[in-house]
């Protein structure tokens, strides 16, 4: 995990700066929460994606689709579109996931730049 | 003096806020000199009481972040319910039966046939299942899941302030310890040359 911390002693830490070194703690746990939540959408995805060929492959007219916690019988034609709109649903959050780990990457950086800037070797702000 | 207090923060005449849902904000030291001679504290009594706080916030952050799981874990399932209840209504409107596998115990499943249904029974926890119609179940486990949606909202909310205030207080520690540091050693510079 990032760490912050002042090791200089001619420094001073105005509360701006204390600010801006909580803003980059906080941007920084969304950056890894990010992370695992693009990893499961990504997974949903795959799954999805191989639920959907092996319908198509099925010869039954009848395929077993979960609905809650019971496999409810659900003619091949209905799977075949619910697969594909959960398929939207998990893309469009997938793109929106990507979208804010973008911006946050982008924040960082200024948020590094303008730290490093006053505090130098005072301040670590890397992954250890 | 203004100061104004809403339910859920405390805020002082500075706009800082001083404590959220029980948890207390840390106080920002603006000069480690002056807060020191104010509070009457020795570096080290400074340190111990920072290190102390910053032990309480941990085991609150446990608090919270069990009761997220907790919520993260619920919201898939009130989902699930919803969807399930849709689906029993939509079958309705078309007359058909609903043919569905179940488990029954863990790796054996059967068959069920599922008519006509105007009602759901909806486990309420506690031991307690109701009846409800499928419009009512509905309504419902919407409610709920809004009330899920929104405790969570609050609970992430009340997570990035109490990071923060780990944040401030990890960096008052480091603060104080190089401010004694540098006084001892500017201490032992004086007593060296006056030597």
């Known amino acids: 995990m990032q760490q912050a911390g002042a090791s200089g002693s001619d420094t001073e830490v105005t509360w701006e700066d204390q600010q801006n070194i909580n803003k980059f703690g906080r941007l920084n746990n969304r950056f890894h929460e990010l992370e695992d939540e693009i990893k499961m959408a990504k997974e949903t995805n795959d799954n999805l994606e191989v639920a959907s060929n092996e319908v198509i492959l099925t010869d039954d ?14 003619p091949k034609e209905e799977v075949e579109s619910r697969i594909e709109e959960m398929q939207e649903g998990t893309s469009k959050i997938l793109e929106k996931l990507e979208e804010e780990k973008e911006s946050i990457i982008v924040e960082m950086a200024e948020l590094k730049k303008i730290l490093y800037g006053k505090f130098k070797d005072s301040i670590n702000l890397e992954e250890d | 003096m203004a100061s104004s207090s809403s339910s859920s923060a405390a805020e002082s005449e500075g ?26 504290l020795d570096a080290n009594s400074a340190l111990a009481f920072f290190q102390e706080r910053l032990q309480q916030y941990r085991v609150v952050e446990m608090k919270l972040l069990a009761q997220q799981r907790d919520l993260q874990a619920k919201i898939p399932d009130i989902e699930k319910c919803l969807d399930i209840v849709a689906t029993l209504q939509a079958k309705k409107d078309i007359g058909e039966a609903l043919l569905a596998d179940f488990e029954m115990s863990e790796g054996i499943y059967s068959r069920a046939r599922i008519e006509d249904t105007d009602s759901v029974c909806l486990w309420l926890g506690a031991n307690v299942m ?42 008052t520690i480091a603060r104080v310890y190089n401010w004694d540091v540098y006084q001892r050693r500017t201490r032992q510079a004086v007593a060296a040359s006056e030597s």
């Open chain 2, 15 to 40: 706009g800082k806020v001083t404590e959220r849902r029980g948890i207390p904000a840390a106080a920002f030291v603006e000069d480690v000199q002056t807060y020191l001679s104010q509070s009457d």
């Open chain 2, 130 to 171: 109701l009846e409800y119609s499928c419009e009512e179940a509905i309504t419902l486990l919407q409610k709920n899941l809004e009330n899920a949606k929104s405790s969570l909202e609050v609970l992430v909310a009340d997570l990035q302030f109490l990071r923060d205030q780990v944040t401030i207080t990890q960096v």
């Open chain 1, 61 to 74: 007219d009848i395929v077993r689709f979960q609905i809650g916690e019971v496999f409810a019988h659900v």
